[in-house]
């Protein structure tokens, strides 16, 4: 994609998790988005991203789900994700669940050439190097597994957050280390899913943070709920929320004040 649009017609796909527990980070998206000159749709058509049926070895349903998403996002300039996880789904698997079907292996191809992670894209397609975003807070980042193993997502995030007036980042030992959600993984391996975010809360808990920050709301609900189970006081954002300045409902797992 040599020849980048100077207004691009970005396509979000806001993925399950934020559509039905937290869609703020949904509208950060949007906000961060236009901030950097995108024109920005969602499509209605969206559904899952088919990684859950792919992981779970059910490569039929993993299809047909594919193929809904690259019909409803191969017509925008771009695809954005506010989840490494989504966002390596179709970047890095959907050619692969393609690769013996002539139709929908090149279809599958061109989605995933366009897709990219939402800080990602901010920081090294748009150029983005900083944000009019202010948090009073000592905050640690989380690197979440596919985010950074399959797209190389570390140093964006922390580039922006370092623009963020008052935010103090501290760095997480073993930052890159699994959280233990894995998606179907901690339903399926409960008990070494939890021995795994015990571990990671102990080291979060070591930074001193008021806040833990992730690109992934899977591994931030596995993280922050634990969290809570031990009674820490840390508080859990996605990293969206931050840079769009906009921090003003609960963090998560902490509930929501119903209106009178």
């Known amino acids: 994609m040599a020849d980048r649009p100077q207004n691009p017609h970005v396509a979000l796909l806001v993925t399950c998790l934020v559509d039905l527990m937290r869609p703020e980070i949904g509208f950060a998206a949007v906000k961060l988005l236009e901030q950097a000159g995108c024109r920005v749709s969602v ?3 969206q559904t899952c991203c088919g990684q859950p049926a792919y992981n779970s070895g059910d490569r039929a349903d993993a299809q047909a789900i594919a193929r809904q998403v690259i019909a409803a996002f191969e017509a925008f300039d771009y695809i954005v994700v506010p989840s490494g996880s989504c966002a390596g789904m179709l970047h890095a698997h959907y050619p692969a669940l393609f ?5 929908w292996r090149p279809r599958a191809e061109a989605v995933a050439a366009k897709t990219h992670e939402l800080v990602s894209f901010l920081t090294d397609l748009r150029g983005v190097t900083g944000v009019p975003a202010q948090l009073n807070a000592v905050v640690t980042y989380h690197d979440s597994c596919s985010g950074l193993r399959e797209l190389g997502i570390r140093e964006q995030p922390r580039k922006l957050l370092k623009t963020v007036a008052g935010l103090k980042l501290k760095e997480l030992e073993g930052s890159e280390v699994c959280c233990g959600f894995g998606g179907t993984f901690c339903v399926k391996y409960g008990a070494i899913s939890d021995r795994i ?10 930074t001193g943070a008021d806040l833990l920050l992730a690109g992934d709301l899977g591994c931030l609900m596995n993280m922050a709920g ?34 009178l």
């Open 43 to 45: 499509p209605e058509a």
């Open 99 to 103: 690769a013996d079907d002539p139709a």
């Open 197 to 206: 975010v015990a571990d990671k809360t102990a080291d979060i808990a070591a």
């Open 226 to 259: 634990k969290l809570t189970r031990q009674g820490h006081k840390i508080d859990c954002r996605h990293v969206a929320e931050v840079l769009a300045d906009m921090t003003d409902s609960p963090p998560i797992g902490r509930g929501r004040v119903e209106p």
